[in-house]
């Protein structure tokens, strides 16, 4: 079962991948709109400005209807280009949201396949540990020993402490590390 839990675990990461590509492709096509809207605001505004230079000498006579028209049809290809940029950056801005969302749910996935896999590992270690005769006997021995002694102020717990020392934090992040590099835990 815990195969499963580390392919889900995979599976979501590698989509987790995805979705920050997905999102970093989105977020730059929206600052090139930006910038290209920009550019073509300006220069919007720099052939309005000869396109009302270009009707008074079209008024006057010194420039003909044609000229006139191919003025007004540069405005016309700047403003469906600006249009078509600012549609690009609206649906590229729209996504964003629902990649966020996503993230989050692969975010959550990713923790509960790993939770599932470390607890199915887990449980085999400390069945094979309490599944283990030989051991449980040499414990028990021990304890029947130091009970026997007269020592009946501690536990079995305590008196288990007393032989299995606590880990200091920097093993117990060592073992971690290892742990998860030796699984393929890791994210990234």
Request: aromatic share 6%.
């Amino acid at each position: 079962m815990s195969e499963n839990y580390l392919e889900n675990f995979k599976l979501a990461v590698s989509r987790h991948e995805e979705l920050k590509n997905q999102k970093a492709i989105a977020e730059e096509t929206v600052r090139d709109c930006d910038s290209k809207i920009g550019f073509l605001e300006l220069e919007i505004s720099q052939a309005k400005r000869n396109l009302a230079a270009d009707e008074k000498r079209n008024f006057r006579g010194d420039l003909s209807d044609e000229s006139l028209a191919k003025s007004k049809l540069v405005i016309e290809k700047l403003i469906d280009e600006l249009e078509q940029f600012e549609k690009r950056k609206k649906i590229a801005q729209s996504v964003i949201p629902d990649i966020d969302r996503e993230s989050i749910q692969i975010g959550q996935a990713i923790n509960s396949a790993r939770f599932h896999y470390c607890q199915d590992i887990r449980s085999g270690i400390t069945e094979s540990l309490s599944g283990d005769k030989s051991l449980q006997k040499k414990l028990l021995n021990a304890y029947a020993a130091m009970v026997s002694g007269g020592n009946f102020n501690g536990d079995w717990r305590s008196f288990l402490a007393g032989i299995f020392r606590e880990p200091g934090q920097p093993e117990i992040i060592e073992a971690a590390d290892a742990f998860r590099k030796a699984h393929g835990l890791e994210e990234g």
